[in-house]
């Protein structure tokens, strides 16, 4: 299984294309399969690889082949080349494992009913772009004139009921088994005694659908198929995100009473302000004023200097605003001149 997978992976990366194609012709690149499929199968090979552990470093799988495995061996001159493939070989074969394995998964997703309207849709949007089967058989679409649903139990009311055999025969035989199949398919031989008719009896390859043939008309359909499963998916996407939103925007409401702040906002938790506050404060200014003899009262002496004074005396002194200073004894805060006393004191002034 490793070593298919990583044959696998070198021959989508040779097959892969880079070349511009404008909107009205890109549909017709790689065979009628456009340039969308090969990148959803390179996303299932890359998934597959990593179960097995063949990936490197980036987590892109392994794409070697036998001979890049075995150039060392003493005897790699002895072993022969199975095929050789170039790039247009490389896109054929990739195209003929990429359009059933998609087109089986969508059946294993969908119900029978489900995909028959989905084949028929696929089908008009292949019509309405202008998109032409060459080899189309005369009879396709029509071969259910005429037949009960007794007789064709795959009978669509669209019309499209080749189509979705044409799908469902290839997932289930492959592309080779699938020619060997009688059943279902050709026009209605008309029978004398049933008003009914009856399948035709002869092989698809009878009937002129060869394997490219086949390959063509299955290539459009299966496109248009993952086309639309695409946008489908896109859409169920955007929906889970809207819904996602909507549950936050509802949480961020609770969250947001009671004055709380809502998550994810760019500003300060209350109650953090305070370790960014400014603790610098303004220097206070203060008045001095000098106190005429009179006015001052020491240690009970009003004016007069007994030559002595005790350190331990206080010495109040009332200022013209009310406040009231107290200086200590001894030579702080005074002067003796002229047998009198000075008092200067500094008191602060309101800002």
């Not at 880079?18 to 009205?24: E, L």
């Not at 470093?57 to 070697?64: E, F, K, V």
């Not at 209350?270 to 001095?288: C, H, M, N, P, Y």
Request: proline residues 3%.
């Amino acid at each position: 299984v490793s070593s298919s997978v990583m044959l696998l992976e070198k021959l989508r990366r040779t097959s892969t294309t880079s070349s511009w194609a404008s909107p009205k012709t890109v549909h017709k690149q790689e065979f009628g399969l456009g340039p969308k499929l090969s990148g959803w199968f390179g996303k299932e090979l890359t998934r597959l690889a990593k179960q097995l552990n063949i990936v490197d470093t980036t987590g892109s799988p392994l794409a070697y082949t036998t001979k890049e495995l075995v150039e060392t061996h003493p005897e790699f001159e002895r072993f022969s080349v199975a095929s050789f493939l170039d790039k247009k070989s490389c896109k054929t074969v990739i195209g003929q494992i990429a359009m059933p394995t998609r087109a089986r998964s969508l059946f294993l997703k969908y119900s029978e009913g489900d995909m028959q309207m989905k084949v028929a849709l696929a089908s008009e949007r292949s019509r309405k772009i202008g998109e032409v089967w060459d080899k189309q058989p005369e009879w396709w679409d029509k071969s259910t004139e005429g037949a009960t649903n007794d007789e064709s139990r795959m009978i669509d009311v669209t019309g499209q009921t080749n189509d979705y055999l044409l799908l469902q025969r290839l997932v289930q035989f492959g592309f080779f088994n699938m020619q060997m199949q009688v059943n279902g398919f050709g026009p209605f031989m008309k029978d004398a005694s049933n008003k009914g008719g009856a399948p035709s009896t002869l092989m698809l390859r009878e009937l002129g659908l060869t394997k490219f043939v086949i390959q063509m008309r299955a290539n459009q359909l299966v496109r248009e198929l993952h086309a639309e499963e695409e946008a489908e998916e896109s859409k169920q996407l955007i929906k889970q995100r809207r819904i996602k939103m909507q549950q936050r925007k509802s949480f961020d409401r609770l969250a947001n009473v009671g004055g709380k702040r809502t998550l994810g906002t760019a500003s300060i938790q209350t109650g953090l302000e305070s370790f960014f506050a400014s603790t610098k404060t303004s220097a206070r200014k203060s008045l001095v004023e000098i106190l005429p003899p009179d006015d001052i009262n020491v240690g009970g002496c009003n004016g007069e200097d007994n030559g002595s004074y005790d350190d331990n005396e206080v010495t109040t002194a009332a200022s013209s605003n009310g406040a009231v200073a107290a200086v200590g004894g001894g030579t702080q805060g005074t002067s003796h001149a002229g047998g009198s006393r000075t008092v200067a004191s500094a008191i602060p002034m309101e800002d």
